[in-house]
Nanobody, 112 residues
Framework: QLQLVESGGGLVQPGGSLRLSCAAS????????VGWFRQAPGKEREGVSC????????YYADSVKGRFTISRDKAKNTVYLQMNSLKPEDTAVYYC?????WGQGTQVTVEL
């Protein structure tokens, strides 16, 4: 079975940091284009960041540039999203996507 298990979400104050993890099982994500999406209540799901395994290029939504960093640990078969300087508008359910697989989603809430 191909499965992605997300973790690392939670409640954080504005300006704080969180690191989301997406651990793959049943397949290696080394050769896949991976990405993170998020969806806030009443809003469409949007792409946050993508990482290309082929050339190492990355993409970041304008709203998170300079604050978020996507990375991959080959040994752990895990993709990460480091989120710094978090803002209330970052509050959403975050989903990891690899090929045809989606993570279960993890809630990130940024508030005082």
């Amino acid at each position: 079975q191909l499965q992605l298990v997300e973790s690392g979400g939670g409640l954080v104050q504005p300006g704080g940091s969180l690191r989301l993890s997406c651990a793959a099982s049943g397949f290696s994500l080394e050769y896949y284009h991976v990405g993170w999406f998020r969806q806030a209540p009443g809003k469409e799901r949007e792409g946050v960041s993508c990482f290309s395994s082929s050339d190492g290029s990355t993409y970041y939504a304008d709203s998170v540039k300079g604050r978020f960093t996507i990375s991959r640990d080959k040994a752990k078969n895990t993709v990460y999203l480091q989120m710094n300087s978090l803002k209330p508008e970052d509050t959403a359910v975050y989903y990891c996507y690899v090929g045809n697989s989606w993570g279960q989603g993890t809630q990130v809430t940024v508030e005082l």
